[in-house]
Each structure stands twice: as structure tokens, then as C-alpha cells.
């Protein structure tokens, strides 16, 4: 089953000024900040993530519940692009709750410099 949520930690973010952060507000619903294993690297006008399975390196984000993941998914896959694929991964709400959810991973060579924090900063 495909699960609903979606993390983001880049340019999906609340108060982002692209319009596919606009549709994702506009058909999920907010349900906090959160975190997911990972390294975070600078790309530039956006940020990219990795997989980690160090126990201190996270990445720091929102999630979301989808309305309907069936159709919005493919819209914010083809904003992605082929540099990112989206997978399953474990996301600790800052709730301490704990879910599966959906999150874009950077796929090429190791990009740029990492952002320690895990914390991409937020931008217009």
C-alpha cells in the first residue's frame, strides 16, 4: 500500500514560492516537523539528501498527509526530475511519533557540500 505522507526538507516546504509547494499545501495536510536518517548536501538553489545510516546524521523537514498521493505523487515526481528518486523512508515526527512516508533522495554522485545541520535554510 502506498503510504500518504511526504517528507520534504527543500523547496516543497511550507512558504516556499514555487507552485508545487503551493499544490502540495494546497491538497495535503500539514502534520509537522520531522526528521529522517540522512546527509544533507548544498546543490545550489536546492538542496539534496542521501541516505545515512550513522545514528547522528539526520535531515530535518516537514511532513505531510496527501489527499489524494495517486495523483499528486506524479506531478511532484516530474518536478524532481531524474537527479531524485522518490523511496519509502522510517520519519520521527518532533512528536516522537514514528511513520513511513515518502521522500525524494538525491540518486548522483556525492553533490556538494553538506550541511552539517541537516537544516536546509528556508528561501523565498
Known amino acids: ?19 508545487f509547494a503551493r499544490l502540495l499545501a494546497a491538497h495535503s495536510r500539514f ?4 526528521r529522517i536518517p540522512g546527509r544533507l548536501y548544498n546543490l ?13 546524521e539526520w535531515v530535518a523537514g516537514e511532513v505531510f498527509r496527501m489527499d489524494h498521493p495517486g495523483k499528486l505523487l506524479p ?6 526530475g531524474a537527479r531524485f528518486e522518490r523511496v519509502r523512508a522510517p520519519v520521527r515526527l518532533s512528536s516522537g511519533i514514528a511513520l513511513e512516508a515518502w521522500v ?3 540518486r548522483g554522485n556525492t553533490p556538494g557540500q553538506r550541511i552539517i545541520s541537516g537544516l536546509w535554510p528556508r528561501r523565498g
Open 104 to 106: 525524494y533522495l538525491y
Open 1 to 19: 500500500m502506498t503510504p500518504p505522507f511526504l517528507f520534504v526538507y527543500g523547496t516543497l516546504r511550507r512558504g516556499s514560492a514555487n507552485r
Open 75 to 80: 506531478l511532484l515526481d516530474a518536478y524532481e
Open 44 to 56: 545550489g538553489r536546492y538542496p539534496g539528501a542521501v541516505a545515512s545510516g550513522a545514528p547522528r
Open 31 to 34: 502534520l509537522g516537523t520531522a
